[in-house]
């Protein structure tokens, strides 16, 4: 069994270290995985109400949107998910069917799910799944415009897969992100995302976090946040600031997802960033269990199994097995 072999001298290697610190006991891990994908699929089906909507429209129509009730411009049912989670499911699957890291079985999974006619995918996406296709193209050249936030949104099992290897989380995240978005900026907000997440479920603080994004900023400074203008477009500066704004001035999890998904734009990919990196902080136990259960049934099922089975493969649980 290769990978099983790899995996135990990728440990011995790279024993799990700062982030993630070993005194977490792995029951925590596991169940900080899934409040880590749950986040991302609530956020979703949260912010995809109010999707393309101003804040004043939003308070207009709801007073404060924080109840999944589906509609929106894609008309959802409520607890229907959109392109950000099902591309994350569709990541997740790949990596479980092949035991590790599969950026081919990735991509087809992508041409598999584009072609079931989803209710929403963007247009990047689109012309990167489109040009594995017709091409064979694993990775689509550098472009201007591709600085969008839909490589950022699948982020959740590239962390939960990589826990206690930051090396290895940075590549992988590089290597999803470029089939279809190759931009420094969006490459940036892959891998910081992905550092959050394992800092957070290592049971960081919310100043080892702000440090995280302090990093970024010091590289790429359109990434400031602490005058937030209040736009939260597709633009992954735009969509990082926002969630970095609501993430640091908020206090807990539905505060700060109800916070994002009321500044309207793309509200349902800033509310599943928002909602990985806060799930992966606050835990289990700090989702509302109404948003819980309004969340589709099926998605519930596979982004907990999911969640554990990721974690599990990870060097961090330091079972080779």
């Known amino acids: 069994m290769k990978q099983h072999a790899d995996k135990k001298l990728l440990l011995e290697q790279n024993p799990p270290s700062s982030p993630m610190s070993r005194p977490v006991p792995f029951d925590t891990v596991l169940a900080r995985a899934r409040a880590t994908y749950l986040g991302l699929a609530i956020g979703d089906a949260l912010g995809a109400t109010t999707e393309f909507m101003t804040p004043g429209e939003i308070k207009a129509q709801f007073k404060v949107h924080r109840k999944i009730i589906g509609g929106g411009w894609l008309y959802l049912k409520p607890g229907q998910v959109t392109d950000d989670t099902e591309m994350s499911i569709a990541l997740g699957r790949a990596v479980l069917s092949s035991g590790g890291w599969d950026l081919q079985g990735i991509a087809d999974n992508f041409v598999t799910w584009m072609r079931s ?18 091409k064979g193209q694993l990775e689509t050249p550098y472009n201007d415009w591709d ?41 940036a907000a892959c891998i910081t995302i992905g550092r959050m997440i394992h800092q957070a479920i290592g049971s960081c603080d919310r100043f080892q976090l702000h440090a995280t994004t302090r990093e970024l900023v010091a590289e790429y400074k359109s990434f400031r946040f602490n005058k937030y203008q209040g736009n939260a477009s ?9 969630v970095f704004h609501y993430f640091f001035t908020t206090a807990d999890f539905e505060e700060c997802l109800v916070a994002v998904v009321n500044q309207g734009g793309d509200a349902d990919t800033t509310g599943a960033i928002a909602g990985m990196i806060a799930g992966a902080f606050y835990g289990l136990d700090a989702i509302p269990l109404r948003w819980l259960k309004k969340l589709n049934r099926d998605v519930r099922i596979e982004v907990e199994q999911q969640a554990v089975d990721l974690a599990k493969l990870s060097p961090w649980s330091g079972d080779p097995a």
């Open 117 to 134: 006619k989803p209710v929403d995918i963007g247009s990047t996406c689109r012309r990167g799944i489109r040009d594995y296709m017709l």
């Open 147 to 187: 600085a969008g936030n839909g490589a950022a949104m699948r982020m959740a099992p590239v962390a939960l897969l990589t826990l206690g290897d930051e090396e290895a989380m940075s590549r992988f995240a590089i290597s999803q992100a470029h089939l279809t978005h190759n931009h420094p900026l969006s490459d």
């Open 234 to 242: 597709s633009y992954v500066v735009d969509t990082l600031q926002t």
